[in-house]
């Protein structure tokens, strides 16, 4: 068997054997011809490549409501700003990994999950509550600028401290707007909610 297919077999092997993979399968092939796997699609160059079960997104937002909401009003942070990056980071699959290594719900790297107390982020109580801790301090550091706190949690803050705005790099970019787009949907669905239990209450 040539080299590179050997390669791409005991890639092909690891991503589908590995423990945490219970998402979808995406890959793509760089200018060298290397095959690239991950089940978090984090770059546009990434395509579908096997598509598994698993409870769907809204199931998800469900399942994860009252973790959210409590970690919201511990650190002070939008519960729907909360949902809208752990949507972008990892759709709601608590046993995403991606390339770089970000682990669970809300895509901690390991060193940021060490400086938030979490021992185990596939833990969804613990990814949530640090990942909302760090968001709530990104926040705060950037006066509750909601693009700046994303594009640092994206990017890191001193890059964009440095240049006191979202940086010119493409895939921060994409991503806060990502964020944003799914902060505003969740906003539209929960004020919808709202209104419609409000109306179908009987007047007294």
Do not use: C
């Not at 833990?123 to 700046?148: A, C, H, M, V, W």
């Not at 787009?181 to 969740?186: A, D, L, T």
């Amino acid at each position: 068997m040539p080299l590179f297919r050997l390669i791409l077999s005991v890639a092909i092997i690891g991503v589908l054997s590995f423990k945490y993979a219970q998402a979808d399968i995406y890959r793509f092939r760089d200018k060298n011809g290397v095959w690239h796997f991950t089940n978090v699609r984090s770059d546009t160059r990434y395509r579908l490549y096997i598509k598994t079960g698993g409870i769907k997104g809204r199931q998800y937002i469900k399942k994860y409501d009252a973790i959210i909401h409590k970690a919201a009003e511990q650190f002070g942070v939008e519960a729907d700003l909360i949902k809208a990056i752990i949507k972008a980071e990892s759709s709601f699959n608590p046993d995403a990994i991606s390339e770089s290594g970000a682990q669970g719900l809300m895509q901690l790297m390991p060193a940021t999950a060490g400086d938030m107390r979490v021992d185990n982020p596939f833990d969804p109580e613990e990814n949530i509550s640090g990942g909302t801790r760090y968001l709530g301090l990104l926040l705060e550091k950037f006066k509750q600028d909601k693009r700046l706190a994303i594009a640092a949690y994206n990017a890191g803050a001193k890059i964009v401290a440095k240049h006191n705005s979202v940086p010119p790099v493409p895939k921060t970019r994409r991503f806060v707007e990502k964020v944003m787009k799914y902060y505003m949907e969740f906003r539209k669905r929960e004020a919808e909610g709202f209104n419609y239990e409000q109306k179908s209450r009987p007047n007294n």
